[in-house]
């Protein structure tokens, strides 16, 4: 397997690869017989680093749940026992816990948020710490940069091209964009959004679209949801406060209030009129931003 790299962490010795390459592994039963086209892989992020212990297989329209026995990085085998739940490919958030989601839908070509270097990007890989003592594989992190996209593209005729520092964001650094990893990580207390301040948490929902940062600010503690919102952008604050609005949301409306932000809500939303505003983002006046084309708002 053309993996990233060996790797060793104090007696424990692993295989570093990306998820692309592992979605390529045969899949077999303990018998060593063919159990279908790997899918995508099912990682676990309640415990903080997401685990991979299941699998999805492929069967005709459905997609069959597996646990994962082995993964064998040099013969480019996954060994997997499949539990009988099974699903369409529209349904398979039935077979998730709220805390699982798929790596290759969930993750990978979707945007996420780093939150450290203050920029939204979109995933060209997920970095697998595939373990050789039998312990389940974790996800490092994801590779945000050209050199994987080419890997993807070309194949072994990629340029070698080594991931650069920041290529690599690690998981603890960041926040999913993409509904299911959104939720997920809300939904698990160790994860990095449960654990920032408020101007990181105003970093964050500058940079994701306003109803998943509505939903977020609502499910967090009202003091940081409040402080988060002190920090943002206006712009950004009166958008979001439209959508709580909205949704009745009053409590952290009010609490917003409190440190004197309010906003007209009789008064109908600002129309943009330039061509362009799409792709601004207003973030935190403090810091720098990254222009995405999501979820145009209200032009100040």
């Known amino acids: 397997m053309n993996a990233v790299g060996p790797a060793s962490e104090g007696a424990r010795l692993f295989a570093v690869a990306l998820l692309t390459q592992v979605l390529r592994f045969r899949a077999v039963d303990s018998d060593g017989r063919d159990a279908g086209r790997l899918d995508d892989l099912v990682a676990d992020i309640d415990q903080g680093t997401p685990v991979v212990r299941h699998a999805m297989l492929r069967s005709g329209p459905d997609l069959r749940r597996a646990d994962i026995a082995d993964i064998?990085?040099?013969?480019?085998?996954i060994t997997v026992v499949p539990t009988g739940d099974h699903c369409r490919r529209r349904d398979l958030d039935d077979l998730l816990e709220p805390t699982e989601i798929a790596?290759?839908?969930d993750?990978?070509?979707c945007q996420a948020v780093d939150i450290k270097g203050r920029r939204l990007a979109r995933v060209a890989d997920v970095v697998?710490?595939?373990a050789q003592d039998g312990t389940p594989a974790v996800v490092r992190g994801v590779d945000i940069g050209t050199g994987a996209l080419l890997r993807r593209i070309l194949g072994r005729a990629a340029p070698h091209r080594p991931a650069g520092p920041r290529d690599v964001i690690p998981w603890g650094e960041l926040h999913l964009a993409s509904a299911r990893g959104h939720a997920a990580q809300i939904e698990a207390p160790s994860s990095v959004i449960h654990h920032l301040d408020d101007r990181e948490l105003a970093e964050v929902v500058a940079r994701i679209p306003v109803h998943r940062a509505s939903d977020l600010l609502h499910r967090l503690p009202l003091p940081a949801a409040a402080g988060a919102?002190?920090?943002?952008h206006p712009a950004t604050r009166e958008r979001i406060l439209r959508h709580l609005h909205h949704d009745a949301h009053d409590d952290l409306i009010a609490a917003t209030a409190a440190r004197g932000h309010t906003v007209a809500f009789d008064r109908p939303a600002p129309r943009r009129f330039k061509r362009l505003r799409g792709w601004r983002r207003e973030v935190p006046e403090d810091g720098p931003g990254t222009p995405v084309a999501d979820d145009p708002g209200p032009r100040r």
């Not at 064998?72 to 085998?77: H, L, N, S």
């Not at 919102?229 to 943002?232: I, V």
């Open 128 to 130: 697998l710490d595939l």
């Open 229 to 232: 919102l002190h920090h943002s």
């Open 72 to 77: 064998d990085p040099d013969r480019e085998i």
């Open 107 to 109: 993750v990978l070509d």
């Open 103 to 105: 790596l290759a839908r």
